[in-house]
């Protein structure tokens, strides 16, 4: 598929009947990161997904029928602020799609959700290497300056 214009992408909250479309853009976003999460923690992040008791949602972007991106949110306590934080956990664009604003619809759709809950702050990492989608996110949020650190347990 060509890269749709801006103006024809929707974004679209996941529904139990998107399993077959989200997927590939999962599998896509994995393979951009280069890791392999097992096919049980697939199933239960999709169930979580779509549970409305569970903090996490997803939406995927859409453009003639097709899926060309996807979105993954989790909203968190703070000891920082009163209100939930909102954390961008996953963000991915179909290559051929990528540069035509659908990432940009994606992240700003997240924005909505958690001004439309309450959130004060929408916070997410990418990688050092990720310098095309940081050329984005320096243009729509600031960076913080902070290094994650991590211990596999």
């Known amino acids: 598929m060509a890269s749709a214009p801006r103006s024809s992408i929707q974004i679209k909250p996941l529904s139990e009947q998107d399993f077959a479309i989200w997927q590939p853009q999962w599998q896509g ?84 959700q958690a001004k439309a809950a309450g959130s004060t702050r929408v916070h997410w990492l990418t990688h050092e290497t990720n310098s095309t989608a940081m050329q984005l996110y320096d243009r729509i949020a600031q960076r913080s300056g902070f290094v994650q650190y991590r211990k596999q347990l």
């Open 29 to 112: 976003y994995q393979d951009f990161y280069e890791v392999d999460i097992p096919q049980a923690t697939r199933l239960v992040t999709w169930q979580r997904l779509l549970d409305p008791k569970e903090p996490a949602f997803g939406a995927l972007a859409m453009a003639g029928g097709e899926a060309v991106g996807l979105v993954h949110w989790i909203f968190h306590r703070s000891c920082w602020t009163v209100e939930d934080s909102c954390y961008l956990q996953d963000l991915y664009v179909s290559p051929q799609q990528r540069g035509a604003g659908v990432g940009r619809r994606l992240i700003e759709h997240v924005y909505a």
